[in-house]
Nanobody, 124 residues
Framework: QVQVAESGGDLVQAGGSLRLSCIAS????????MGWFRQSPGKEREGVAT???????SFADSVKGRFTVSKDNAKNTLYLQMNSLQPEDTAMYYC??????????????????WGQGTQVTVSS
């Protein structure tokens, strides 16, 4: 059974940092496309950072230079390091994976396994 579970969300002041973790189970983690997404009230879910099936990383323009994404295959864990957080980064953050190979910066609809999300709130 494929499962992904996020953790690490918190309330942080603008300019601060957080690291989100996504623990995966039920599938072979290495070589699997995974991604971080976020959604705030009234907005569509958007891609934040992805690691595709050949371990290439991609980022939304709004987070480039501030966020990094990494996979630890030994721990079956995907990380999102978020620095210089801004109030506009406030959202529910989700981890997701796909049953089939994905490349580049896929649309959220390409992913078919999702976690429950972890809330990130950035105060000004």
């Amino acid at each position: 059974q494929v499962q992904v579970a996020e953790s690490g969300g918190d309330l942080v002041q603008a300019g601060g940092s957080l690291r989100l973790s996504c623990i995966a189970s039920g599938f072979t983690f290495s070589g699997r496309a995974m991604g971080w997404f976020r959604q705030s009230p009234g907005k569509e879910r958007e891609g934040v950072a992805t690691v595709d099936s050949v371990d290439s990383t991609s980022f939304a323009d709004s987070v480039k230079g501030r966020f990094t994404v990494s996979k630890d295959n030994a721990k079956n864990t995907l990380y999102l390091q978020m620095n210089s957080l801004q109030p506009e980064d406030t959202a529910m953050y989700y981890c997701a994976t796909s049953q089939r190979p994905l490349y580049g910066f896929p649309h959220p609809d390409e992913y078919n396994y999702w976690g429950q999300g972890t809330q990130v709130t950035v105060s000004s």
